[in-house]
């Protein structure tokens, strides 16, 4: 499943649904999100049960500010609709997987 880019308009539709949801909070100039970024497309592609969403910090500030997003990037896990983890900094795909998993 394609990654989809999470904004204010599209985010009731994408995380009210009962799957497993990974948002990845990230900044074009941010390097460690660079380097997160291709490991969630990957683990979007590899688990077509879990929704898979970027948001861009820069344009969605108050998607930012309404999951406490200090620092980028910034991995949270919303299961049935409620925050399950939440995980600042760049992981590798083996603990994103364990966030997702948990």
């Known amino acids: 499943m394609a990654v989809i880019?999470?904004?204010s308009k599209n985010f009731d539709i994408i995380t009210s649904g009962d799957r497993?949801?990974?948002l990845d909070f990230y900044a074009d100039w941010c390097g460690p999100c660079?380097?997160?970024s291709p490991i969630v497309?990957?683990?979007s592609e590899e688990h077509p049960e879990y929704v898979v969403a970027k948001v861009n910090v820069d344009e969605e500030p108050e998607l930012s500010a309404e999951f406490d997003v200090a620092s980028i990037p910034t991995l949270v896990v919303i299961?049935?609709?409620k925050i399950t983890a939440q995980?600042?900094?760049a992981?590798?795909?083996a603990q994103i997987l364990?966030?997702?998993e948990g």
Do not use: C, Q, W
């Open 41 to 43: 497309d990957e683990i």
């Open 5 to 7: 880019k999470l904004t």
């Open 34 to 36: 660079r380097m997160v």
């Open 79 to 81: 299961k049935n609709g």
């Open 98 to 100: 364990a966030l997702l």
């Open 87 to 89: 995980s600042a900094g």
């Open 20 to 22: 497993t949801v990974l």
């Open 91 to 93: 992981r590798p795909k």
